[in-house]
């Protein structure tokens, strides 16, 4: 049974930083492409920064700079460092993992990070 457990969200003042993790089980996580995403209130979830399996990322645009996708496969872990965060930044954020090979796709349950001003 495959499992995305994000953690790390909470209340920030703009210009902070948080950083979000993603444990997963369940899955060959070495062999994955995995990926953060997030979604505001009424608005469409949206790609954040993604990374290979051989540690290629991609990045927004709007938070290139600011936000690091980096990963752990001896911990199948994956993190979001997040630094001078900013209000729009606010929305729950998604751990999400395609599987090499077969492309099925697996999210977790998201994470709630609020900027405030």
């Known amino acids: 049974q495959v499992q995305l457990v994000e953690s790390g969200g909470g209340l920030v003042q703009a210009g902070g930083s948080l950083r979000l993790s993603c444990s997963a089980s369940g899955i060959i996580f070495s062999m994955n492409l995995m990926g953060w995403y997030r979604q505001a209130p009424g608005k469409q979830r949206e790609l954040v920064a993604t990374?290979?399996?051989?540690?290629?990322?991609n990045v927004k645009d709007s938070v290139k700079g600011r936000f690091t996708i980096s990963r752990d496969n001896a911990k199948n872990m994956v993190y979001l460092q997040m630094n001078s965060l900013k209000p729009e930044d606010t929305a729950v954020y998604f751990c999400r993992s395609v599987r090499s090979g077969t492309g099925s796709v697996y999210w977790g349950q998201g994470t709630q990070v609020t900027v405030s001003s």
């Open positions: 990374i290979s399996s051989g540690g290629i990322t």
